[in-house]
């Protein structure tokens, strides 16, 4: 019976030698670090959260004062809320272009239903997500039209439909109830919480629910995943994909009405600023555009992250134009990043 060659002292000194080289430590660095970020992808965005907070209080250390730390969180409320629907859609394989028409519509009803009443002006507010949401589902499901193309034309007839609406029968007030303002800018806790990040609080922990422990969440990842074998599995995959896309118009609708509120007034070109931010967020917090992978958790601090980016752009007085390149750039080497990180791992 022969025995396995021993290795030499000199063998176990060379591999000694290679295991100590730099590059052979800058490897297993890499490994190591892609395997936290596959693991708590969270810590990643939450370090680029933290690091984003100082350099902004640095700038302007009133940013790190609580009137600071409120208005950042106002200012998130709005994209947290509509990277949430895009989030939902993005899981199906889908994703919507029209949440910042959805959102400013619904303002707009809002607005000029609001001397009926402010629970009437947020009720019908919330059917124009309810409508446009379900139309959105029902074009990319039941006639098979790709949902970059429907939602996109969703978003051309919802501006044209409310451009002439303004003038005819939405012609009135533009100014939201003094409920919904107060929901909208209005703080308790000795003026240090929003109400508004209250209900972005609610509405996370019940799409955080939904995603990680309801049979329709888990068909969402399924869906994106494999959506033929969830088919032959014998699940009526257009009913789900409907019902995502009803879900995104309700919360584009419920985020166009907070920003009115912080607005205090409406107008047609109220949430389009936020529908690349929107989108940016989800990627950002780990959801890929092709479906079955991410979750809203990552979403809110992809929101954040952005806000907080933003706001240090503004103090820095970057002009419109500078301050779109530096966004962009920033934006795409977080997702490129992290996707990459992951990818690998």
Excluded: C, H
């Excluded at 446009?132 to 193309?149: C, D, E, K, Q, Y």
């Excluded at 919480?193 to 990842?221: E, F, N, Q």
């Excluded at 969830?230 to 419920?254: E, K, P």
């Amino acid at each position: 019976m022969s025995r396995p060659p021993m290795s030499t002292p000199s063998a176990q000194a060379d591999a000694s030698t290679q295991a100590d080289t730099p590059e052979a430590k800058v490897a297993g660095l890499t490994v190591r670090a892609r395997a936290v970020v596959s693991e708590r992808p969270a810590l990643i965005l939450v370090g680029v959260l933290v690091i984003l907070i100082l350099v902004t209080g640095a700038i302007e250390p009133n940013y790190l004062s609580v009137s600071g730390v409120r208005t950042t969180l106002l200012q998130a409320v709005p994209l947290g809320i509509l990277a949430g629907a895009q989030t939902v859609l993005m899981l199906t394989g889908g994703i919507d272009l029209s949440v910042t028409m959805i959102a400013t519509g619904s303002a707009y009803v809002a607005a000029n239903q609001s001397p009926n009443g402010a629970a009437i002006a947020i009720l019908l507010g919330v059917v124009v997500g309810l409508l446009a949401g379900s139309a959105n589902g029902i074009g990319v499901t039941v006639f098979r039209v790709n949902p970059l193309i429907m939602t996109l034309a969703m978003s051309g007839i919802l501006l044209g439909l409310f451009t002439a609406w303004t003038q005819t029968i939405l012609q009135g007030s533009t100014q939201v109830a003094d409920f919904i303002k107060v929901v909208g800018t209005g703080s308790f806790f000795g003026n240090r919480l929003p109400y508004s990040v209250v209900v972005w609080a609610m509405i996370a922990v019940a799409l955080i629910w939904l995603l990680k422990r309801s049979g329709w969440g888990r068909l969402l990842y399924a869906i994106g995943d494999n959506e033929v074998a969830v088919r032959f599995a014998g699940v009526r995959v257009w009913q789900v994909r409907i019902t995502a896309y009803t879900v995104a118009g309700v919360l584009s609708s419920i985020s166009g009405i907070l920003l009115a509120g912080r607005t205090g007034a409406v107008d047609l070109q109220l949430a389009n600023a936020f529908l690349l931010p929107s989108i940016a967020a989800a990627v950002i917090g780990g959801t890929s555009i092709f479906g079955g992978v991410g979750g809203y958790t990552g979403t809110i601090l992809g929101a954040l992250i952005l806000t907080v980016l933003n706001s240090m752009l503004t103090f820095l007085n970057v002009g419109q134009d500078i301050q779109q390149v530096v966004y962009g750039s920033i934006v795409l080497a977080l997702a490129w990043g992290y996707a990459g990180l992951t990818r690998r791992t």
